[in-house]
């Protein structure tokens, strides 16, 4: 039997306003990286393991962006699990990063080179995670 989820208003309206792909840290990488020449990437490919956000295809580099809260970042103390729904947050979070492990092994197995930057990251030093991307790509 499947247990019944209790969700505020207002917390089904933040979560249903949380994007999948475009998301602003996102943009704000891709207009760095634009801008500091690092073109020829093509962004959510499909047809690769866990479709990179970004994908330098001729350079084999993936990159990846991810959230704090989403894929539990343990540098800057964002995530917390919520205080209702608990084992269905704990459970949500665990198969992301349990994914995303997967996912890195499938690409390097592809011969890629997998980049993964934090929300958190890219708003401290996005020019560092920019510099990153360049130094992966020839």
Known sequence: MRETLVVAESTRKSMQANRGKDTSTEVRLRRALWAAGARGYRKNV??????PD???GKARVAVFVHGCFWHRCERCGRYRLPKTNTAYWQAKVETN??????VVLE????????????ECELKEDLGA???QVR????
Request: charged share 25%; hydrophobic share 55%.
């Open 46 to 51: 499909a047809r690769l393991p866990g479709k």
């Open 54 to 56: 970004l994908a330098f």
């Open 97 to 102: 990063v349990a994914r995303h492990a997967q």
């Open 107 to 118: 690409l390097e197995a592809r011969g890629w080179r997998v980049l993964t930057f934090w």
């Open 129 to 131: 995670c920019v510099e």
């Open 135 to 138: 130094e992966a790509l020839p």
